[in-house]
């Protein structure tokens, strides 16, 4: 079994910075891709940035520039550095990783999700 703890999530006013982190643990063979997602109030969860094991990052063209996505596989962690925040930012943001564990069963996860709140 695999969980993902996210933390960093919180309060800031317009063009602040925060930094997203999330840690895997439990039964993993290997990380195959990172990535975060977004829902904010009454809409649908939106993908903000994914980086495959090996691959090119995705952003979404409503973040580029301003959030950066970073994983550390040795660590089981990914990051999201989000700079220059703004009102529409304002989300709860979920944590994926698609792993796989020992028996090589590919699995997607996802935490248990961090509010953010930009507002003055």
């Known amino acids: 079994q695999v969980q993902l703890v996210e933390s960093g999530g919180g309060l800031v006013q317009p063009g602040g910075s925060l930094r997203l982190s999330c840690v895997a643990s439990?039964?993993?063979?290997?990380?195959?891709?990172m990535g975060w997602y977004r829902q904010a109030p009454g809409k649908e969860r939106e993908l903000v940035a994914m980086?495959?094991?090996?691959?090119?990052?995705n952003y979404a063209d409503s973040v580029m520039g301003r959030f950066t996505i970073s994983g550390d596989n040795a660590m089981n962690t990914v990051f999201l550095q989000m700079n220059s925040l703004k009102a529409e930012d304002t989300a709860v943001y979920y944590c994926?990783?698609?792993?796989?564990?020992?028996?090589?069963?590919?699995?997607?996860?996802w935490g248990q999700g961090t509010a953010v709140t930009v507002s003055s």
């Open positions: 439990g039964s993993i063979f290997s990380i195959n891709a």
């Open positions: 980086v495959p094991s090996g691959g090119r990052t």
């Open positions: 994926t990783m698609r792993v796989k564990d020992p028996t090589y069963r590919n699995l997607d996860v």
